[in-house]
């Protein structure tokens, strides 16, 4: 990997990132923190595992990139941004206020790291397409990482990028899905995600893996798999996620798509994280 490497565990990485995201949410007494909290296994496998990139150069044509196509997910990729050195700590406290490069859903415009604009829910693997067939033209090695959120399995968008994929052989796309059953009217499998997931990308002509996405050694696995793959298809890994991961008394609210957190809970919150802080 290009980016630089420490003695610091993906365990240890992923709690960095579920703090720095709690601490993005007290400065405006909200955010998408369930989200943040549940997917931070996922981005810390990404960042400190299976992507390269360079730091200190964010357009690094050799980088890998990532699309987060949720763009109320950005609290997550800035904490993620800053743990990995691409973004400073000390913008922390500017989260979501005028002026500031995070804004409260994520811009391409405005943030180092953050390649796509993603607010339009159901676009973000279709520019995932078109990006990764430029980059094989172009006979750049880079694989396109694109972040979705199983909400979006019930847009026809993404399943016209899909079919697209599988058209052009993209083997440099990988799609990795935030299944946490979650969406805005209510459990997703209520909505448009009955059955099983990965049979379904398979049908398209995708490599589908569908892991645990909190358990660290599985998206390992998973992430090693897609990379290796040597057969010309695009890889999509389905990690089943659990809102609010980390934070005991969050987890267990029926309402977790934008969990309410009263002005007095962020420190407990922080509190309950750092009970379960790895050694």
């Known amino acids: 990997m290009t980016q630089t490497l420490s003695n610091v565990s993906l365990a240890q990485r992923a709690w960095n990132i579920r703090r720095k995201a709690l601490l993005m949410g007290e400065v405006q007494g909200q955010g998408y923190i369930g989200q943040a909290l549940g997917v931070a296994d996922v981005l810390a496998t990404a960042y400190f595992h299976a992507m390269d990139y360079r730091a200190e150069d964010p357009e690094w044509e050799g980088r890998d990139r990532f699309y987060l196509s949720i763009g109320h997910y950005a609290i997550a990729l800035y904490a993620a941004l800053m743990e990995a050195g691409i973004l400073p700590d000390d913008e922390l406290a500017t989260y979501g206020m005028d002026d500031s490069r995070m804004p ?11 390649e796509i604009t993603g607010g339009s829910l159901g676009q973000g693997l279709g520019i995932a397409v078109g990006a990764a067939l430029g980059l094989k033209r172009k006979k750049n090695p880079a694989f396109i990482f694109n972040l979705m959120s199983d909400g979006e399995l019930g847009e026809g968008s993404t399943w016209e990028a899909v079919m697209s994929a599988t058209q052009w052989q993209l083997d440099n796309l990988i799609c ?7 969406q805005a009217d209510g459990p997703s499998r209520n909505a448009l995600a009955v059955g099983a997931e990965a049979p379904k990308w398979q049908a398209f002509g995708w490599h589908a893996q569908e892991v645990d996405g909190n358990d660290m050694d599985a998206l390992v696995a998973a992430f090693d798999a897609a990379r290796a793959l040597k057969d010309p ?8 996620t659990t809102m609010c991961k980390g934070v005991d008394f ?3 609210r029926e309402i977790t798509h934008f ?3 009263e002005a007095d809970e962020w420190a407990k919150a922080l509190e309950k994280l750092d009970e379960g802080k790895p050694q």
């Open 259 to 261: 969990v309410r957190v």
């Open 233 to 240: 298809k695009p890889r999509v890994i389905i990690c089943n």
């Open 176 to 182: 990795v899905v935030d299944f946490n059953n979650q």
């Open 250 to 252: 969050l987890e267990a």
């Open 104 to 114: 409260m859903s994520g811009m391409a415009s405005y943030t180092p790291g953050m």
